[in-house]
């Protein structure tokens, strides 16, 4: 039996530094968008909690402030951790884009997205 999912893309403006590490950088910013698999949900119920639990809390604002490095694959886990509680329905996977060329998957994530 296949598995069913739904998938929805939200995007948010950030940024950060990264002040440890082999790639130091100074502040920039980025347009992220992230993607959120879930299985048996209303859409208005996972709007709600994108919109509360992440986008409140990242959308115009320091990443560096809110996770530590604030790289992609840092930020991507912080918000499966953040969403997985809020959700009725079961979460499947969160994906983040950070550039063209970057793209992160949630180690949490049970579903290859694409």
Known sequence: MALMATTKRYS???VHSLDAGLHR???HGHFYAFEV???NAKLSEIDQAVSETVLDVLDGHDLT???SPATGEVLVEWI?????????SKLLGVALQET???RFVSAGSVVQLI
């Open 100 to 102: 063209r060329k970057n």
């Open 65 to 67: 402030k809110i996770a």
């Open 12 to 14: 948010f403006r950030g």
């Open 25 to 27: 950088e100074k502040y």
């Open 80 to 88: 499966h951790g953040a969403l997985a509680p809020r959700l009725k």
């Open 37 to 39: 698999s879930f299985q």
